[in-house]
């Protein structure tokens, strides 16, 4: 695929595609268009930066969890967030 086949999308459109993308879920055609649109947008790239991060922070925090001796308040509140 050619990038001039990709379509220009809006932040709108992007944002729905970033939760699948960081996911690894999305359809390829998905992951290029939402790609192209990072790469002209700040405001989208830093989101995806967010959520990866926020996933990763989740998978450590699950780990951490089952592994640490916490009172019952500091995991009520690790499993809150
Ligand atoms: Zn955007």
Known sequence: MKSDD???IKCS???KLIAAYVD???EENDAR???KHLETCKHCFDRVE???LFRERM???????SSMNLT???R???EDL
């Open 24 to 26: 690894r879920q999305s």
């Open 72 to 74: 019952a308040k500091a």
């Open 13 to 15: 459109e992007a944002l």
């Open 6 to 8: 990709i379509k220009e």
């Open 50 to 52: 967010f959520e990866k």
């Open 33 to 35: 268009t939402l790609e």
């Open 76 to 78: 009520k509140m690790l």
């Open 59 to 65: 998978k450590g925090l699950k780990l951490d969890i």
